[in-house]
Nanobody, 120 residues
Framework: VQLQASGGGSVQAGGSLRLFCAASGDISAINVMGWYRQVSGKQREMVATITDRNMADYADSVKGRFTVSRTSNNDQLYLQMNTLKPEDTAVYYC???????????????WGQGTLVTVSS
C-alpha cells in the first residue's frame, strides 16, 4: 500500500495550505485516515483523523483552524489548514488503517511526509 502526500510548502503566519493524500494498492477498505506531524527532535503527534463514517478528531492545538476530510470512495484525504501559526511548522505525514483485499488482515501505513513551514 502506498500513501502519496502532497501540498506542503512555505506560507506566512495567518495563511492557508491544503494537504492531499492518496492511497493505493492492496486495499479492501480504509477504516481510519489521518494526519500526523513531527518536528525534528520531538515525537510525532496526531493532528487530525477521520473514520470511514466521517467521524473526525483533532488535536486541541488545531481545532477551529484545520479541517480534515475524505472523498466519498474513502481513498483520498485532505487537510485544510487555515490561520497557520509558526508552531504548525513540521513534516506532515499521512496515515491509514486499512484491510488488505486478499488476506483480510488489518494493516497500517504511513506516507512519506510533506514539509509545512510557517514564517512569522
Amino acid at each position: 500500500v502506498q500513501l502519496q502526500a502532497s501540498g506542503g510548502g512555505s506560507v506566512q503566519a495567518g495563511g492557508s495550505l491544503r494537504l492531499f493524500c492518496a492511497a493505493s494498492g492492496d486495499i479492501s477498505a480504509i477504516n481510519v485516515m489521518g494526519w500526523y506531524r513531527q518536528v525534528s527532535g520531538k515525537q510525532r503527534e496526531m493532528v487530525a483523523t477521520i473514520t470511514d463514517r466521517n467521524m473526525a478528531d483533532y488535536a486541541d492545538s488545531v481545532k477551529g483552524r484545520f479541517t480534515v476530510s475524505r472523498t466519498s470512495n474513502n481513498d483520498q484525504l485532505y487537510l485544510q489548514m487555515n490561520t497557520l501559526k509558526p508552531e504548525d511548522t513540521a513534516v506532515y505525514y499521512c496515515y491509514a488503517e486499512y484491510r488488505q483485499r486478499y488476506t483480510g488482515r488489518q494493516r497500517s501505513a504511513w506516507g512519506q511526509g510533506t514539509l509545512v513551514t510557517v514564517s512569522s
